[in-house]
């Protein structure tokens, strides 16, 4: 079975980036319990590097899941737990 990946892009400082985390932070331990498949949550400054700040500079907080983007801005708990539970199931 592969590793699953969440990568969460934030800065210093933002509000939204604290309530989305505490979101995702909470979902991943949902499914785990659930599916008892592994996650990795990655969390990652967009100011530390170069491409991420050109990428999402305006969009943070970020979501990806197993590198692909799933959310910005806002994170909405139901649909993440979807993509997870999916994910868990295809790899």
């Excluded at 939204?16 to 505490?22: M, N, S, V």
Aim: hydrophobic share 35%; glycine share 4%.
């Amino acid at each position: 079975m592969s590793g699953n990946t969440v990568t969460f892009v934030d800065r210093a400082g933002c509000h939204l980036c604290d309530e989305a985390k505490t979101t995702v932070t909470h979902v991943i331990d949902q499914v785990v319990q659930e599916t008892g498949h592994t996650w990795t949550l990655n969390v990652v400054d967009v100011d530390s590097d170069s491409e991420l700040l050109e990428r999402y500079d305006w969009e943070v907080p970020v979501v990806l899941v197993n590198g692909r983007q799933h959310s910005f801005h806002r994170v909405d708990a139901r649909r993440l737990k979807a993509s997870l539970i999916r994910a868990s199931n295809t790899n």
